[in-house]
């Protein structure tokens, strides 16, 4: 759900946010104050004391908001299922400073779904960023694993942050480069 950006925020309990870009964790104290400067796929940026935090969607509370939700598997679901289900939750992964998608990005470079014996299943994502140097990859890598691994029968997700080929502006989907401005 997105929301109107500027939106006052206080701090309603002790909470993990990580530092834009630094990539480094730090903690928020009940009555900080500030603002939501995005809330995409779960997971919001907020502006305080003249900084950028990233707080995760499992601590939405902290902030006053309710925790995401997300779609359910079909019974006896695919492997094809599986991946339409990963897809869709890595359609709501978000760079902190960037209103748009890591799939729409084209950060997303391989995803695929291989069936265990046990009945469960493990995905494999090859995924880059746009700009290798990016204090926020681990973060994104993280915020794509747990996301994967919430889909039931998945028991793991091995999310690769690969740099070749680089990333650029062609790999961004149509709509994204409209969303940007990025016309060539």
Known sequence: MRMHENEP????REV????????????????????????????????????????????????????????????N????DI???VWER???CYDPEI????????LIYDCSVAAGTDGTRTVSIQMTLTAPGCGMGEILVQDVKEKVEAIP?????????VFDPPWNHSMMSE???LQTGMFY
């Open 9 to 12: 925020v206080v701090i309603q």
């Open 16 to 75: 993990s946010a990580v530092i834009v870009p630094a990539g480094a964790e730090v903690k928020l104290v009940p009555g900080q104050t500030g603002y939501i400067t995005q809330a995409l796929g779960g997971s919001f940026t907020l502006y305080i004391d003249g900084n950028l935090f990233r707080l995760s969607g499992a601590d939405a509370d902290a902030i006053g908001k309710e925790v995401e939700r997300h779609s359910e598997l079909p019974p």
């Open 77 to 80: 679901a695919t492997e094809q």
């Open 83 to 85: 991946e339409r289900l």
């Open 90 to 92: 890595l359609r709501t």
């Open 99 to 106: 209103p748009i998608n890591i799939v729409d990005l084209g």
């Open 153 to 161: 029968t998945v028991s793991r997700a091995d999310v690769e942050l």
């Open 175 to 177: 709509a994204a480069r």
